[in-house]
């Protein structure tokens, strides 16, 4: 049973186009919510993270949207380009156990 | 500048073999971890260790060890591989405090069981 469930496992967005993916928890002492971006062959790498006491953080393209009532989470990528074309997870850190709980993940694409 | 370095990087066992998965960190991290990525199934957490001397069970330890063996070193074993344990492991760094959030992790072991 995944404590972090994402949705959805794969997306397909046209260049230019917004990427939305979802996020959900149950577990009250998760404190920090963090994305990973992962390419083939590679392992994940931080992308962005959000801490429950904000309801929104923006990088650049990419924006973390919380919602705390819900225990939502979602990722926005703004002008999708085809580099941005990888497998993203979700994430939440147990702060009682100290360890980092991954999603299911979602596979991205990106068409020109 | 290595950051979180993992061996081998594939391996091939059969069924009832032993085998260690080797992470190493030079970054001065208090916490490592050991997950696996499956299809479908994201990254599952087999151990974690939040400092040196200490380890615990994540989401998914049956038929899994693991050693801190120090600060730089944790070690993943298999006592007897099976089938359902070919998968991708991945290890992870992090720091103390607000740091340990931010994980580092290693390019993977991509590990078969015939």
């Known amino acids: 049973q995944q404590q972090v469930k994402q949705s959805p496992q794969s997306l397909i967005v046209q260049k230019g186009g917004i990427s939305i993916i979802n996020c959900a928890y149950e577990?009250?002492?998760?404190?920090?919510f963090p994305w990973y971006q992962q390419f083939p062959g590679k392992g994940p790498a931080l992308l962005i993270a959000?801490?429950?006491?904000?309801s929104e953080k923006k990088e650049g393209r990419f924006t973390i949207s919380f919602n705390k009532s819900a225990k939502q989470f979602s990722l926005h990528i703004m002008d999708s380009q085809p580099g941005d074309s990888a497998t993203y997870f979700c994430a939440a850190r147990d702060s009682s156990a100290s360890k980092i709980i991954f999603g299911s993940g979602t596979r991205l694409s990106i068409r020109p | 500048n290595a950051g979180v370095t993992q061996t081998p990087k594939f391996q091939v066992l059969k069924t009832g073999q032993s085998m260690t998965l080797q992470c190493a960190q030079d970054m001065n991290h208090n916490s490592m971890y050991w997950y696996r990525q499956d299809p479908g199934m994201g990254l599952r957490l087999i151990y974690y260790s939040a400092s040196e001397g200490t380890t615990d069970k994540g989401e998914v330890p049956n038929g899994y060890n693991v050693s801190r063996l120090n600060k730089r070193e944790f070690s993943l074993r298999l006592e007897s591989a099976a089938p359902s344990q070919t998968s991708v492991y991945f290890c992870?760094?992090?720091?103390?405090?607000?740091?340990?959030?931010?994980?580092?992790f290693g390019s993977g072991t991509q590990l078969s069981v015939l």
């Open positions: 959000i801490r429950p006491d904000v």
């Open positions: 992870a760094s992090g720091g103390t405090g607000v740091s340990n959030e931010k994980l580092f």
């Open positions: 577990n009250t002492a998760f404190d920090y």
